[in-house]
C-alpha cells in the first residue's frame, strides 16, 4: 500500500509541476497581452508620427536652406529698390534682375515634384514675382490667400512659417491658362538682414498629397495619420474632402489640444477609435494617427484563444509524459529501497516511508566522506572565500581555522590593498604564468613579514589588486601605523627583487571588531585611490575628510592659457603651462579625488568643443580609433597625465599650424585673383576655384583672415578706387562706372551710396 502511496505521490507531483506553471505562464500572457497590447501598439504609432514630423521638419530645412542660399546672390540685392511694378517695366536693369531672380525661382519649383510653385515678394512693392507666372502686379494676381498671414507674421523676428492648407488655381504650366484646383499647404521664408539687405519674403507651395503620401507612405487598412493645426484646421488628410475643415468641437481634439504630455493616445468609443497623437515642436502641427480598434483587438483575441489551445495541448501531453516518467522512476527506486532495507549500520525505522529511508541512508553515508574531502581539497579555496565574505561583511562561523587555515585571535583589524604600477604594462610584459605567479609571491611575502607580530591574511582581489586583513593586539594599537609603514616597505623592496614594477599601497582605517573589516577595506580602496596624487610606490594611510567642506575647483585660467597657446601657435609653452597646472593640483589641499578626476574630465571635453568649434577633424589628430577618455582613465598617476596631455595638446597644435599655412596660401591666391579682376563683374566661384577652396570654405577663410565678407571686400576695392578716381581725374560718373565694371551708372551710383551715405558727385564735390 506504501509502495503504491509512492507511485501516485510522484504521479501526482509532476502533474502539478507541468500544468501549474503552464497555467500561470497561460494567466500572465493572457493579462499581459490584454494589458500592455494597446500600449505597445500605441508607442509604435507615435513613433510613425514622430518620423512623419520629421520628415516634415527635414522638408522645411532642406527649403530654408535652398531660400537662404538663393538670399545670399547678388541678384536678389539688385532687386532692394524695385518696389513698384511699372518702374520694373521701365527699367532694363529691374527687368534683367527680375530675369534672373525668375530663373531662379523656377529652378527652385522644379527642384522638386513635391513643389506646385514658388513665389518671391518684396515688402511694400505692388507685384510678386512667381516660377508659373512671371512676375504679376498684386491688383492682377488672384493667389493672395497667404499674404495675410504673412502680414501678422512680418512683424516678428525674420524665419518660416506654415499657413494651412489653401487651394490654388495655377499649376506649373507656364502657359498662363489657369489650370485644375490645387490644394497646397504654404511654407514661407522670410529674408534675414545676415544674408541679403531686400525685405522679403519666398512662398512654397507644396502640393498637399505629396505631404499625404509621404507620412503615409507606410500605411495600413488598420489606420492612417492626419495632420490638424492647433486651431483645429486639417492640413493633411487621406480624404480630400476633409481637407480644411475645422474639427475643433469634436471631442477627442479638445481633449488633445488640453493634454500637457506632447504625445500620447485615447480611445474614442462612439467611432471605435485608437487615435494616437504627436505635437509638433517644429511647428503648430498636431499629428494623429488614427486605427480601428476592433481590428487591432481582433489580432489580440485571436492570439489569447490559440494561446489557450496550445495551453490546453501541453496539459494533455504533460499528464502522459508524467504517467510514463512515474513508471519509469519508480523502477530502479523500489530495487533501491529494498538494498537499503538489506544495509546493516543505517538507521531506519520499520515505519519509515519510502522517501524517508532514502534521505536517511542517503546522509548516514556520504556526511563524514565529503566533509573530509571538502577540508582536504578545498582549503585554500575556502580561505579566499572566507575572506571575501569578511570583506563584504559576511562573517562565516562554520568556516573554522580547520578549513581555512585562518586563526584571527585578536581584537583590532585593519585592511590595506596593493596596487601593481603601471598595471597595462606588467599585463603586457609578462605572460599570464608569470603574472599569477608574481601576484602569488607579493601575497605570500606580504603575509610573511606581517605576521611577525602580528596576524595576517590574505587574498588576490579583480586581478589587479592584492587585499590583506590584518590582525593586532591592542598593545600594538599606539605605533600600529608606523610598524605598516615599515612593513610595506620591505615589501616594497622584495617585490622589486622579481619585477620592475613597483607597488602601491592604500591602508585603511582600524577597526575594534571583526565587524568593522568591511569599512576598512573600503576606506583602503579609498586610500589607494591617492596613488595618483602622491605617485608610483606611494603608500597611502585613509584620512577621515569627511568633515571637510570642498568646494569644487576648475583651473579656467590653464585652460584659457592652453587655448590661447594653441590659437597662436606656440607650442613650446605647453610643457611649462601643464606642468604648472598639475604641479598646482599636487601642492593643494583642498582638491580631493573626485574633483581631480573631473578637472581633467571636463578639460578633455572642453579641448573637444574648442576642436568643433574651430572646425578641426578630430579623426586626422588622433585617428579614427582614439578613445581619448579611455585613454585619460588609464592613467595611474598625476605624472603620467601630465606627459599623456602634453603629447595630446602638442598633436593639436602641429595640426592647428598645418590647418594655418594651408588657409594662407589659399587666402593670398584669393587675393591675387581679386585684385587683377576686380574692376570687372567677379564671380565668387571662379575665385575659389582659382584659390582651390569650395565657396563655403573661401568665405570662412575671408571671414578668419580678412574679418568680413568677400562680397563686401571687392566692394571696398571698387569703391575706394572710384573714390581715388573721382578725385584725381575728369571722368565722368558713367565712365567710372564702365571702368569699375558696373553694369550702368545708376548700380554704381546706389552701391556708392550704400557704402559712403553720399553719391559720387557729392563726394567729388565736398572732397574737392
Not at 494589458?35 to 504609432?45: L, N
Not at 605567479?437 to 588576490?460: D, H, P, W, Y
Request: proline share 2%.
Amino acid at each position: 500500500m506504501k509502495n503504491k502511496s509512492l507511485f501516485f505521490k510522484l504521479f501526482f507531483l509532476l502533474i502539478i509541476f507541468i500544468t501549474v506553471p503552464v497555467l500561470i505562464i497561460a494567466s500572465i500572457i493572457s493579462y499581459q497581452m490584454t494589458k500592455y497590447s494597446v500600449d505597445v501598439i500605441s508607442k509604435s504609432a507615435v513613433s510613425k508620427l514622430k518620423s512623419a514630423d520629421k520628415l516634415t521638419g527635414l522638408t522645411a530645412d532642406n527649403l530654408s536652406q535652398r531660400a537662404l542660399e538663393m538670399t545670399k546672390g547678388i541678384s536678389v540685392n539688385d532687386l532692394n529698390n524695385l518696389n513698384s511694378y511699372s518702374d520694373v517695366l521701365n527699367s532694363s536693369d529691374g527687368i534683367m534682375s527680375l530675369y534672373d531672380v525668375q530663373t531662379q525661382l523656377i529652378d527652385l519649383a522644379s527642384s522638386s515634384t513635391s513643389l506646385h510653385s514658388v513665389y518671391l515678394y518684396i515688402d511694400d512693392s505692388d507685384f510678386v514675382l512667381t516660377s508659373n507666372q512671371g512676375a504679376r502686379s498684386l491688383d492682377q494676381f488672384p493667389d493672395t490667400g497667404w499674404m495675410g498671414s504673412y502680414e501678422k507674421f512680418r512683424n516678428n523676428l525674420p524665419g518660416s512659417n506654415w499657413i494651412p492648407t489653401r487651394t490654388v488655381r495655377y499649376s506649373k504650366d507656364s502657359s498662363g491658362e489657369l489650370g485644375p484646383l490645387n490644394k497646397v499647404i504654404t511654407f514661407f521664408y522670410t529674408f534675414t538682414p545676415y544674408t541679403t539687405s531686400v525685405r522679403g519674403v519666398l512662398v512654397f507651395n507644396i502640393y498637399e498629397p505629396s505631404l499625404r503620401k509621404m507620412v503615409n507612405d507606410d500605411s495600413s487598412n488598420a489606420g492612417y495619420i492626419e495632420i490638424i493645426n492647433i486651431n483645429g484646421d486639417i492640413i493633411s488628410d487621406i480624404d480630400d474632402d476633409m481637407i480644411g475643415k475645422n474639427i475643433s468641437d469634436m471631442p477627442y481634439v479638445r481633449q488633445i489640444k488640453n493634454a500637457d504630455p506632447k504625445e500620447g493616445y485615447l480611445f474614442d468609443k462612439s467611432k471605435g477609435l485608437l487615435i494616437t497623437y504627436y505635437k509638433s515642436d517644429y511647428n503648430d502641427w498636431i499629428y494623429l494617427g488614427l486605427f480601428k480598434s476592433e481590428e487591432l483587438l481582433s489580432k489580440i483575441n485571436s492570439l489569447r484563444f490559440y494561446t489557450v489551445i496550445i495551453c490546453f495541448s501541453l496539459i494533455i501531453a504533460g499528464i502522459l509524459i508524467s504517467y510514463f516518467a512515474t513508471i519509469k522512476i519508480y523502477s530502479p527506486l523500489k530495487n533501491l529501497l529494498y538494498d537499503i532495507r538489506q544495509k546493516k549500520g543505517i538507521d531506519i525505522k520499520s515505519n519509515d516511508s519510502e522517501m524517508s529511508i532514502l534521505s536517511n541512508a542517503y546522509d548516514n553515508l556520504l556526511r563524514d566522506r565529503d566533509r573530509l574531502s571538502f577540508i582536504v581539497e578545498h582549503k585554500e579555496s575556502n580561505k579566499n572565500v572566507y575572506l571575501l565574505n569578511l570583506l563584504k561583511g559576511k562573517k562565516e562561523e562554520y568556516l573554522d581555522k580547520e578549513l581555512t587555515g585562518v586563526d584571527f585571535s585578536y581584537r583590532n583589524f585593519v585592511c590595506a590593498v596593493i596596487l601593481i604600477d603601471r598595471y597595462s604594462e606588467f599585463t603586457t610584459v609578462y605572460s599570464k604564468e608569470q603574472q599569477e605567479f608574481m601576484r602569488m609571491f607579493i601575497l605570500k611575502i606580504s603575509e610573511q613579514l606581517l605576521n611577525i607580530g602580528l596576524q595576517c591574511a590574505g587574498t588576490v582581489y579583480e586581478k589587479n589588486k592584492i587585499v590583506l586583513i590584518i590582525n593586532f593586539d591592542d598593545d600594538l594599537q599606539k605605533d600600529i601605523g608606523s610598524t605598516l609603514d615599515e612593513i610595506f616597505v620591505k615589501i616594497q623592496n622584495e617585490a622589486g627583487k622579481i619585477t620592475d614594477n613597483t607597488i602601491s599601497v592604500g591602508i585603511g582605517n582600524f577597526q575594534d571588531s571583526a565587524e568593522g573589516i568591511s569599512e576598512s577595506f573600503i576606506k583602503a580602496l579609498e586610500a589607494s585611490r591617492n596613488r595618483l596624487i602622491n605617485g608610483y610606490g606611494s603608500i597611502n594611510l585613509w584620512e577621515d575628510t569627511s568633515s571637510e567642506n570642498y568646494s569644487y575647483y576648475y583651473p579656467f585660467t590653464y585652460e584659457k592659457h592652453i587655448f590661447n597657446i594653441l590659437n597662436a601657435g606656440v607650442k613650446e609653452k605647453l610643457n611649462d603651462v601643464i606642468t604648472d597646472l598639475v604641479q598646482e593640483i599636487k601642492n593643494s589641499n583642498e582638491i580631493h579625488y573626485d574633483n581631480i578626476i573631473q578637472i581633467f574630465n571636463q578639460l578633455i571635453g572642453n579641448t573637444i568643443k574648442y576642436l568643433l568649434d574651430t572646425h578641426c577633424n578630430i579623426s586626422i589628430i588622433f585617428g579614427d580609433n582614439y578613445n581619448i577618455y579611455n585613454m585619460l582613465s588609464s592613467k595611474e598617476t598625476l605624472d603620467d597625465i601630465k606627459v599623456w596631455l602634453v603629447d595630446i595638446y602638442t598633436m593639436i597644435s602641429e595640426y592647428l599650424d598645418r590647418e594655418r599655412d594651408r588657409s594662407k596660401s589659399h587666402f593670398e591666391r584669393a587675393l591675387e585673383y581679386i585684385q587683377k579682376n576686380y574692376r570687372k563683374e567677379v564671380d565668387i566661384s571662379s575665385v575659389a576655384k582659382y584659390a582651390g577652396v569650395s565657396y563655403s570654405h573661401l568665405r570662412k577663410i575671408f571671414r578668419d583672415e580678412a574679418s568680413e565678407n568677400i562680397v563686401n571686400y571687392i566692394n571696398g576695392l571698387r569703391i575706394n578706387e572710384s573714390k581715388r578716381l573721382l578725385l584725381v581725374t575728369n571722368l565722368t560718373i558713367k565712365e567710372i562706372s564702365e571702368e569699375l565694371g558696373y553694369n550702368s551708372d545708376q548700380s554704381y551710383v546706389r552701391f556708392f551710396k550704400k557704402y559712403e551715405g553720399i553719391t559720387p558727385g557729392e563726394f567729388r564735390t565736398s572732397s574737392r
